[in-house]
Structure formats: structure tokens, C-alpha cells
């Protein structure tokens, strides 16, 4: 059985989380849900006193922990909001599918700025991949795969990741500013086939996460124009637009489908099919 948010239970919701502001919410279900990863992502191989040496993944082993992971995050996302946990099931799957394959690139991205190196994307196993060994990434010696004319074909999305890297070291972001972003994220409004009340709710939840960043900004951070200091931050979420659909367009194009054992929930977060 994969591990999974005890607080997806209505009573601990309520007991734990009710009344908490957003960041506050989300920094406590974050710590939680880095260590339901480190259980999930430890094999069977593993000894569990020692700490696990992280290594460089191919392509396959990517999906496979990615795979392991959506419900994973799907539960945290329900932890995080009452709001969402409330949406009917079809609009879930609809914020949930137009936010997972953002966020992926973004938390990683923000890992690696802060803990990793620029070309050792940092993955939420510990282990990393090589940005700058694509073919080797892409190559699968067991399925007879040469990574040659896929690595040329993702140069491009290389160019606009180390453009957000870049963008992210320079900003320096602290963890409380990656979740205010993440909550833009998530509660987005005007998507094909959005209710009016999740519209309505998307709308809430961005005006209620600017109050409380404002606040940090003003209080904890001491900046002297806080409600200016989300603006700053925009580009951000523009560049990690133009990474993700670079991303999924050369995914689409490749014929990486056909070459690798694409599990359906991977499927689904690169071309933006909804479960």
C-alpha cells in the first residue's frame, strides 16, 4: 500500500488545519509530504538506518517515480485547501491535471536553485537528473534505444529550464514565496470547463494567498512596498509557462510513447489528458 496523508480523514482535517492560514497550512503538510516520499521512494534494498546515496536516473526510472508520486501530491493538494477538498470530483481532476505538470517543473526547479547544481535537476527521490547528458538520459540499452535524436530534439527546453534557473537563483526565493506562487498555480480561472463556483473559488483563494503574502512581506520580511512584491514575481510564473509547454510540445512530437513504458497517470501529466 503506497503511503498516503492520514489528514485526508475529515476529523484530523478539521483538527489539525482548520483556521490556519494558507502558508502556515502548507509549510506543515510539505514537511509531511517530504517524508511520505522518502518512504515511497525507498526500495526494498534499502537499509533503513543508512541514508540513501542519490544517483543519476534515466529517462524510464523518471516516469516510473513520477508514476508512484500523483496520487501522492493529489492527496496533498486536498490536505493543503478545505476549498479543494470541497470542489466536485470533475473539477479536482480539472485544476488538479492543468497544475500537476507546472508545479513538477517549478518545485524541482526551485530545489535545484536552492540545493542542487544547474545541471543536476534535483527529483523529489533525492536522486537527479543529468541536464546536460540528455542522451544518455534518453538512452535504454535494454529496449535498444539510442538517446541521440531525442536529446537534439529537447535542446530547446533545456534553453528556457536554464532560463528559469537562472530566474529562480536570482530571485532567491524563500519557501513561504514558493508556495504563494504555488497556490497561483493551482487556483486557476477561465479553464475549458470550469464551473462558475470553482471560477468563484480559484478567484478567492488567489485574492486570500496575496493578503497573507502581503503580510509576510510586511512583517516578516520588512519590505517597505509588500503589495508590489507579487508583482515582482510574475515573471516567474510566465517563464514556468513557456518551460511546460515546450516541455509537453516536444513530448507530444517525439516518439518517446512509443519507445518507453509510459504508465497512464505519467501519460496524463505530460500531454494533458484528464483522468
Same mark, same amino acid.
Given at each position: 500500500?503506497?503511503?498516503?496523508?492520514?489528514?485526508l480523514?475529515?476529523?484530523?482535517?478539521?483538527?489539525? @488545519?482548520?483556521?490556519?492560514?494558507?502558508?502556515?497550512?502548507?509549510?506543515?503538510?510539505?514537511?509531511?509530504?517530504?517524508?511520505?516520499?522518502?518512504?515511497?521512494?525507498?526500495?526494498?534494498?534499502?537499509?533503513?538506518s543508512?541514508e540513501?546515496?542519490?544517483?543519476?536516473?534515466?529517462?524510464?526510472?523518471?516516469?516510473?517515480?513520477?508514476s508512484?508520486?500523483?496520487?501522492?501530491?493529489?492527496?496533498?493538494?486536498?490536505?493543503?485547501?478545505?476549498?479543494?477538498?470541497?470542489?466536485? *470530483?470533475?473539477?479536482?481532476?480539472?485544476?488538479?491535471?492543468?497544475?500537476?505538470?507546472?508545479?513538477?517543473?517549478?518545485?524541482?526547479?526551485?530545489?535545484?536553485?536552492?540545493?542542487?547544481?544547474?545541471?543536476?535537476?534535483?527529483?523529489?527521490?533525492?536522486?537527479? %537528473?543529468?541536464?546536460d547528458?540528455?542522451?544518455?538520459?534518453?538512452?535504454d540499452?535494454?529496449?535498444?534505444?539510442?538517446?541521440?535524436?531525442?536529446?537534439?530534439?529537447?535542446q530547446?527546453? *533545456?534553453?528556457?529550464?536554464?532560463?528559469?534557473?537562472?530566474?529562480?537563483s536570482?530571485?532567491?526565493?524563500?519557501?513561504?514565496?514558493?508556495?504563494?506562487?504555488? *497556490?497561483?498555480?493551482?487556483?486557476?480561472?477561465?479553464l *475549458?470547463?470550469?464551473?462558475?463556483e470553482?471560477?468563484?473559488?480559484?478567484?478567492?483563494?488567489?485574492?486570500?494567498?496575496?493578503?497573507? @503574502?502581503?503580510?509576510?512581506q510586511?512583517?516578516?520580511?520588512?519590505?517597505?512596498?509588500?503589495?508590489?512584491?507579487i508583482?515582482?514575481?510574475?515573471?516567474?510564473?510566465?517563464?514556468?509557462?513557456?518551460?511546460?509547454?515546450?516541455?509537453?510540445g516536444?513530448?507530444?512530437?517525439?516518439? %518517446?510513447?512509443?519507445?518507453?513504458?509510459m504508465?497512464?497517470?505519467?501519460?496524463?501529466?505530460? %500531454?494533458?489528458? @484528464?483522468?
Open positions: 500500500m503506497n503511503p498516503s496523508f492520514a489528514c480523514n475529515e476529523e484530523s482535517v478539521g483538527d489539525q @488545519y482548520k483556521g490556519m492560514p494558507i502558508l502556515e497550512k502548507m509549510k506543515m503538510s510539505y514537511e509531511k509530504l517530504e517524508e511520505l516520499r522518502k518512504e515511497l521512494h525507498r526500495s526494498n534494498e534499502d537499509n533503513i543508512e540513501r546515496i542519490p544517483r543519476s536516473l534515466k529517462f524510464q526510472e523518471c516516469l516510473n517515480q513520477l508512484k508520486e500523483t496520487q501522492l501530491l493529489a492527496d496533498w493538494i486536498e490536505c493543503c485547501f478545505d476549498e479543494f477538498h470541497t470542489l466536485a *470530483v470533475d473539477q479536482k481532476s480539472l485544476l488538479f491535471s492543468n497544475f500537476l505538470p507546472v508545479f513538477i517543473i517549478f518545485e524541482r526547479t526551485f530545489m535545484t536553485s536552492k540545493f542542487g547544481k544547474k545541471n543536476q535537476l534535483l527529483l523529489s527521490s533525492g536522486d537527479f %537528473v543529468e541536464i547528458k540528455l542522451e544518455k538520459f534518453f538512452t540499452e535494454e529496449k535498444g534505444i539510442c538517446g541521440k535524436q531525442m536529446a537534439e530534439l529537447f530547446s527546453s *533545456v534553453k528556457l529550464y536554464d532560463t528559469l534557473y537562472n530566474l529562480l536570482t530571485e532567491n526565493l524563500d519557501l513561504f514565496e514558493f508556495f504563494t506562487l504555488t *497556490v497561483l498555480l493551482l487556483w486557476d480561472h477561465g *475549458v470547463g470550469q464551473s462558475e470553482c471560477m468563484s473559488s480559484s478567484k478567492r483563494m488567489k485574492s486570500v494567498i496575496a493578503k497573507e @503574502y502581503t503580510h509576510y510586511k512583517y516578516f520580511k520588512n519590505k517597505d512596498n509588500p503589495t508590489t512584491e508583482a515582482v514575481k510574475v515573471p516567474i510564473l510566465t517563464c514556468l509557462q513557456r518551460v511546460s509547454n515546450r516541455l509537453r516536444d513530448m507530444s512530437v517525439s516518439h %518517446v510513447f512509443d519507445y518507453f513504458t504508465p497512464e497517470n505519467a501519460i496524463s501529466t505530460f %500531454v494533458g489528458r @484528464y483522468s
